[in-house]
């Protein structure tokens, strides 16, 4: 890897699958912080995420041979992050899900929440704010998190079978609601 040139993060994980410590250095200097602000937002418990991004790049260093190299190293990541939250989440009944994003209060929004923003106050954003909590909890948790139902089952405290059902009645309401919106 050139110095001059900062290398990809397909490159950073192939450095570390050969042992590189200086490339899982990057990965975290270049995913920790948003990776960090996406967990407060689901985890009001900054000892608990901190524990989660630790336990992430472990599991990043570890499965870094593992890798398929199909989609982006970032998502890859997320994925890892959003399990071990769940994990960690499942013994403790006394840390606070937020299930608000505008909860976190971050300064300077990432590139991902502005994208969010937009839907968020776009026609998407008023349908999405349109349904009841529990409906939105579990689009934002199988949708946006790109949970299983499974993983989202845990995450919520509820049954899967109650997952998905709320979420085929989101998707309707949802669908609905645009369809409404667009033939205005």
Known sequence: MSPLVA???????????????GALERLY????????????????DREVVADVLQDTFVAVWQGARRY????????????IAIRR????????????LLRDP????????????????????GDLGRAMAALSPELRAVMQATVLDGLTTREAARLLGIPQNTVKTR????????????????SS
């Open 7 to 21: 290398p990809d993060d397909q490159s950073l994980l192939e450095a570390l699958a050969s042992g590189d410590v």
């Open 29 to 44: 200097e270049r995913h920790a912080p948003w990776l960090s602000v996406r967990l407060m937002r689901r985890c009001n």
């Open 68 to 79: 398929q190299g199909t989609g982006e190293v970032g998502a890859w990541m997320w994925g």
């Open 85 to 96: 939250l769940v994990s960690r989440l499942r013994s403790r009944r006394d840390v606070v």
């Open 102 to 121: 505008r909860a976190s209060g971050t300064a300077s929004p990432t590139a991902e929440d502005e994208l969010l923003l937009g839907v968020e106050y």
């Open 167 to 182: 979420a085929h009645r989101a998707r309707a309401r949802l669908r609905a609601s645009l369809l409404e919106g667009a």
